[in-house]
């Protein structure tokens, strides 16, 4: 790709030779001739100097001179990641039903669709146009799998299970397993395990990390909305309703009948009690815990039990404060004592 | 299902009409014409009035005068799970052993075995009558798999473990693989495997979610009692004994040489420092911590490190008000400086 | 193998029968009649007693007259284990090339390589000599893996990863997939994926537990250091550099772009923001959360935020006495104003 077709993608402001070709991306520390990097910020801008790219894309205030080409943007990780996607397309495998495949005769396959060693699609499902199942994926039955997804190998998606299109399952993820409820039966003393009939339904666009977990809905549905990128190894309980765009990082663990509304950012090992609430646009720290009972607004939070930041912050200081609160306590007592 | 024979299944006292047949289950919420759903608590009647469901099952305190049919029993939620287990049966696989499915020569397969594509079973293992091994799960050398378990696609079993009857054991499950413990060697500067030569036993009744791991004792064994029940992401280190009808909610690590006795029930996210003791019916809570050394008696307990739950809820009581008393303190050492 | 052989293996001072046979390990509690055990220290003497063990390897210190043959060396522990990778050597599958795996036509496999049923091996991958890849282990394409390795059940190895000499990945294993990297595109409000195109770099002799995962670097690479030992369900995300002989037990997880150097131990369920450094020797207690911004130096850490663990250990027993404290402060207070 040359230069000038970069910037042309980017509309950026470019200084350079744009002839020159770009053969591949690269951090400013690592780059090569002939690759290109970005800047994300002016204060970084040490690394400007020593970087070997041929083309860095730079920030707007960029008002250096340098010897190479650069791209002025508004977002330069942004625009990175934009070329990254044209340099570095997702592998596209080629059409093909691997001959140890099973699949189930009722089941119907998209056009152009991958289906890798060892798979297995179920009776009465769906794979939509253009999608991959690689090495190993399981699809029940009755699950309708949109186009252009990528589930990666040793996923399994338990039957009655709806996805989008380009979803992305990364290698062990989990979907559509019983939910975890029971009920106590005092009369034998076991645990009768409460009805897990219900199912999961992923919209278009989302990520799951590799070896997370989704649960279908006890009696309704499991739902992670449109755009939502959740991270490895994270556990998403029954009848969880996960809006659109949503963020999750890795390890957290969302009990059954969360709520979690769009454009919430939640980072990794956060716990949610069930039936808990998350706002539009609630941002939580990592490790925190959502009590019982507990609707979290809009802003930013943190905490066990979570509470808005600015207040967790102060609340740590005061708590790494009563050594010495202790302590002139204590002779405040002492003084008073004497002057007695 | 006629309404008549459901009051009977569940010796409640039965008004309306007993000749209409159900043909579901469903939350008050989504229920349809023709299927019965359940009235958890006298509090929640409003969703009554508004339930399109044919038949609620309700709590003996129920007074109102409906137009549906209803049961009154003793525990609702109970009896609905009993009406579940009988519409909706677990799905049973017609026996079968599938081509691809690698089987040693010397296992021995019960009747009525099920055994789906791509499925491994090693040298002088057995698989109990009615159990059904479904795509992908592999079973080592000298297991005992019990009757009518359930073991989902993806789950490895590794040698020597005993699973007893009508387990399950979902997607991603890994029983009995090394334990996690070293000796430094000073000498070499490396750290020598401990030996990791023991086993995992799974008692009969026990359902263990996703992608949770079971390691096999370093020397003895890992133990799992009767009808114990473990959600998703669970770790179990080696040599970790579970009693009974002991419930773990998912994301829970427990540590190497824990004893959790009969009837706890842990939260999710909590963790087991090794060698710890859970006392008989103990109850813990969400992403609490056990420390080294505790023995946790009978009741409710929460934190990091646990402490009793009414204790803990003081404590953060406490430490909410932590900025009023700096403050009223620091007032307090200037009225007194004043004074002097 | 005879005493005098383990003796001699073990160079300790032997007293006993040196012609006896052991066949066997066994912790003293459950040691039978030709077994060997050790008693790690002489404060646990009491076991001595009665353990059935027909020799017991102990420490320097031991004095006692005991009627089965003992072996004294510094560390017993260390020495059992040495016995224990005699006596039960890892398991060496034969060389076999299972009929069922599929194996790229370009893939380089070694000698004395096991690959088990319904494994894949991408194209232009190698496998190294005496390395065993078991049931269901799949392989992508351009990966390196080393000799005598041990690849479990359903682990997977994402394209151009790099995996060194005698790494044991246990089953369910995820190396390679996409880090967690997204860039909001606040023009169509959608989060774009930033590349994720490096590699994950596994030197020698690197353990890895079940169902954990290692993202591959965004732009450059994850490296887990030689004769690290990571236990089950730790998350490592892209771009982490863990060092030499570092020790992380299960649930950990590791954000992007940590450094962990040389021979720290973390134990389980610890947290660490993105872009902290870990100082060599640093010792992190379970539950741990490093925050953004942190360097740990070399030490014992605890809490959340990591601290000194003198000043972790401080702090907690003064939240534990913040009941007395108000308590005190109130009735300081109301003394003083009886006074006035």
Known sequence: MKLNE??????????????????????LENAQNGEISFLENIKFLEQVRKTN???????????EIINQSFIKVENPKLAF?????????????QAEIHKSAIIAENAIIGNDVFIGAFCCVGENSEIGEGTQ????????????????????PNVFIEDNCEIGNEVILHAGVVIGTDGF????????????KF???????????????ANSCVDRGALGETRIGEGSKIDNQVQVAHNVSIGKRVIIAAQTGISGSVTIEDDCVIAGQ????DHTTIKKG??????????????????????????????????NAYIKSLPRLFKEFKKLKEALKEKK
């Open 6 to 27: 970069i910037a042309d993608l980017l509309k950026g402001n470019f200084t350079g030779n744009g002839e020159l070709e770009i053969s591949g991306i690269a951090s």
């Open 53 to 63: 790219a041929s083309c860095i894309i730079v920030p707007k205030d960029f008002k």
């Open 81 to 93: 990641a934009k070329v990254a996607e044209i340099l570095y397309p997702t592998k596209k495998r």
């Open 133 to 152: 199942l690689r090495a190993g994926a399981k699809v029940g039955e009755n699950v309708k799998l949109g186009k252009n997804c990528i589930i990666d």
């Open 181 to 192: 409820g029971y009920v106590r039966d005092s009369e034998n003393n076991k645990h009768i």
């Open 195 to 209: 009805p897990q009939i219900g199912k999961v339904i992923i919209e278009d666009n989302v990520e799951i990390g």
């Open 270 to 273: 956060v716990g949610f009690a």
């Open 282 to 315: 609630a941002v939580i720290g990592a490790k925190s815990a959502v009590f019982p009972g507990k609707i979290v607004r809009k802003g930013y939070w943190s905490g066990i039990p979570v509470m808005p930041m600015d207040e967790y912050k102060k609340l």
